[in-house]
């Protein structure tokens, strides 16, 4: 794997843990995350999760770059930090989230090059 395979790689694999974890092991993801009000929609977040992580390891496997991944990745990292930062602002979710804030705006700034370093394919 290249070394520009390597945060595209890590990504999803960050996004297969944190989509299947509440989906198998609900416990113990709201014993880390803290309580949660509504676990249907924990579930469904996490499974929301998953086709990114699809996604991650595509372009880590792929030589091309292609612009419309970066666009998608940039738009998920993007949401999940807002949503991230917003709650825990307002006091609603734990302190946790602020590492994932810190992770997907790491994420995001790696596509942000990704992006920028693409050749434009058509």
Same mark, same amino acid.
Do not use: H
């Given at each position: 794997m290249e070394k520009k395979q390597i945060i595209p790689f890590l990504q999803g694999l960050y996004f297969i843990i944190t989509g299947i974890w509440p989906l198998v092991h609900i416990e113990s993801f709201l014993y880390v995350t803290g309580p949660k009000t509504d676990i249907w929609l924990v579930k469904? &977040?996490?499974l929301l999760i998953l086709p990114y992580?699809?996604?991650?390891?595509? *372009?880590?496997?792929?030589p091309?770059?292609?612009?419309v991944i970066a666009l998608v990745n940039m738009m998920c990292?993007?949401?999940?930090?807002?949503?991230?930062?917003?709650?825990?602002?307002?006091? &609603?979710?734990?302190?946790?989230?602020?590492?994932d804030f810190a992770l997907?705006? *790491?994420f995001f700034i790696y596509w942000i090059f990704y992006l920028?370093?693409?050749k434009r394919a058509l």
């Open positions: 469904t &977040v996490g992580s699809i996604l991650c390891f595509y *372009a880590a496997c792929i091309k770059r292609r612009p990292c993007f949401g999940l930090a807002g949503v991230d930062l917003y709650y825990y602002l307002r006091n &609603v979710i734990s302190w946790v989230y602020l590492i997907e705006t *790491a920028f370093n693409s």
